[in-house]
């Protein structure tokens, strides 16, 4: 019988134990430190799962295992999570953000990547509508 490999990859960004709460406070500008741990109470409350630090900068809730639709490689990632970068304040919430055209229309002022939510700051937007879509992508 032939063996079958894994198609679970490894990849650099892995959870640690690194304080979530000491990195926030590292973060010079104040109006993201605000920002980031009102979405911490948000991401919190949506998913049930305590913040972890992924690599240097990214907090996230939960674990998950994702499948390439393309490749069929595997990855562990985390099921949502943000963070706080020099630009803006990305939001890893791991959905088809194509298909939530409708209710980003009502968000504010955002940019969008594959799986990413990009703000400036919280007061651009609707936070009801953001709570919103962080409560979609837990689903």
């Not at 990632?77 to 963070?83: C, T």
């Not at 959905?95 to 055209?101: L, R, Y």
């Amino acid at each position: 019988m032939k063996e079958i490999k894994s198609r679970r990859v490894e990849i650099k960004t892995k959870q640690t134990t690194a304080s979530v709460e000491n990195f926030i406070l590292a973060v010079e500008d104040e109006q993201k430190r605000k920002d980031s741990f009102t979405l911490l109470e948000m991401m919190k409350k949506a998913s049930g799962e305590e913040p972890k630090m992924w690599g240097k900068s990214l907090i996230g809730f939960g674990n998950k295992i994702y499948k390439s639709p393309a490749t069929g490689r595997e990855v562990e990632w985390l099921k949502i999570g943000f963070s706080p970068r020099k630009a803006n304040l990305s939001l890893y919430l791991m959905m088809d953000i194509k298909k939530q055209a409708e209710i980003l229309s009502k968000l504010g002022k955002h940019k969008t990547g594959v799986g990413c939510l990009y703000i400036n700051k919280l007061s651009d937007v609707d936070l009801q509508i953001l709570n919103q879509l962080i409560k979609e992508a837990t689903q």
